[in-house]
């Protein structure tokens, strides 16, 4: 079985985890290139190169696809496998692999379609949440479905959580895909496209949450989404809320919260420039 791989983060690396555990290593990797990152600006590869490099796996790093379309045709693929990528493929580098393109996509779909569906399950309060593995079209997350795993939520999980969770499992799903191919290829059903929804990239904005909520309180659906707010956008892009002084604004990160007696409560929070507190130790050196 000839596999060229194509991941970009963490999440591709649980899910490389699972398919070199079962004997399918990469033929090849492809991954985005370095990016420059802190207050240097130093360039820094992703999880997926450094995973590459220290298997000896071989990988390039194109800024288009196009740059490598040569490379893929010459090397004679069995599958395309494409986990948290984050670049578009187009549909004539899909039709070159002998079976296709399989992508791993961690929610029940069509349900989440788009680029945040752990991050739009939890918001949305979704009492189950799953990963599928579907054949790649020209539409995003548009493709027949192969496999799918669901796991009922507690309302309790983080984005972190869930995501630690349904990555690996595409991977386990994978593997039983790639040992059966054909059959599994026969079995395919295509989506009920008129249930579809979608989910949006979270700009940083999106993780403000009023402080006058925190303070005063909010009616219970207000209250309800802030808290899932928090479980879903942190770490990245992450919720804050700033209070306003009468000398100064401070802007507060909050890592964690609970509902508690019907209100939102900050468990853990870091002040800008300072480390991370409990909400009790922030409140005794600050009045708002």
């Known amino acids: 079985m000839k596999i060229i791989f194509f991941g970009s983060s963490n999440f591709s690396v649980m899910v490389l985890n699972e398919l070199v555990e079962n004997g399918l290593n990469p033929s090849l990797v492809v991954t985005t290139p370095d990016s420059e990152k802190g207050r240097g600006q130093k360039s820094s590869p992703n999880d997926v190169k450094e995973w590459a490099t220290n298997r000896d796996i071989p ?7 196009a ?7 010459n090397t004679k693929s069995d599958f395309f496998i494409i986990a948290a990528y ?3 493929i187009p549909e004539e580098i899909l039709k070159l692999p002998k079976y296709g393109a399989l992508c791993v996509h961690p929610s029940l779909l069509p349900r989440w379609r788009g680029s945040s569906p752990v991050q739009a399950t939890i918001l949305a309060g979704d009492k189950l949440a799953g990963v599928s593995i579907i054949e790649l079209d020209k539409k995003v997350d548009h493709g027949p479905i192969l496999a799918q795993k669901e796991f009922r939520l507690t309302e ?3 984005a972190s959580e869930l995501n630690t969770l349904l990555w690996p499992e595409g991977g386990k799903l994978l593997t039983k895909i790639l040992k059966d191919p054909q059959d599994s290829l026969r079995n395919k059903k295509e989506q009920d496209h008129a249930q579809a929804t979608f989910s949006k990239k979270i700009e940083k904005p999106e993780g403000l ?6 303070t005063k309180g909010g009616n219970s659906i207000e209250v309800t989404l802030a808290e899932r707010k928090v479980r ?3 770490p990245d892009p992450g919720v804050y809320t700033i209070f306003k002084t009468s000398t ?3 802007r507060v990160k909050i890592l964690e919260a609970k509902i508690e007696n019907d209100k939102f409560v900050p468990v853990f929070v870091v002040p800008e420039g300072k480390r991370k507190m409990s909400w009790e ?5 600050n009045k708002i």
């Open 59 to 65: 990988f390039v790093q194109p800024n288009t696809l």
């Open 67 to 73: 740059e490598i379309t040569k490379t893929l045709e």
């Open 86 to 88: 984050g670049k578009i």
């Open 156 to 158: 309790k999980e983080t």
């Open 209 to 214: 949450i009023d402080s006058q909520l925190i």
């Open 232 to 234: 879903a956008l942190n």
């Open 248 to 250: 100064k604004d401070i």
């Open 281 to 285: 130790e922030f409140l005794r050196g």
